[in-house]
């Protein structure tokens, strides 16, 4: 299920460091001391920038705007592609094979 669009990372301390830490798009941000003044401030400077750029603009319900035709196009385009791969000679297949 995916997350609502109301989601915002959290300030976090990581203990083996002692750090802060965020997480953003699955990569973590270390912010500096945990619960320093410039560890705020650097957790309110990312979470902004993710929040004016990276947030999910789509709310959850819009995705029935999606047409079937677009749900299959790529798995479509992907069997198209193998059924049109040029095959090789017998020979070269079994030195693939060995």
């Keep these: 299920m995916p997350r ?3 989601f915002v990372p959290k300030y976090r301390r990581h203990k083996a460091s ?8 699955g990569r973590d941000h270390y912010l500096g001391a ?13 979470v902004g920038e993710w929040l004016a750029k990276r947030r999910p603009t789509r709310s959850l319900t819009s995705a029935s705007d999606l ?5 299959c196009a790529e798995p479509a385009a ?3 592609r193998k059924a049109h791969r040029p095959l090789l000679p ?4 079994q030195k693939a094979h060995r």
Aim: net charge positive.
């Design 18 to 25: 002692g750090k802060a830490v965020v997480t953003i798009a």
């Design 78 to 80: 992907q069997e198209i």
């Design 34 to 46: 945990w619960r320093s003044q410039a560890s705020r401030h650097e957790y309110d400077r990312l």
């Design 90 to 93: 017998r020979r070269t297949r």
């Design 4 to 6: 609502s669009t109301d």
């Design 67 to 71: 047409t079937v035709v677009e749900l």
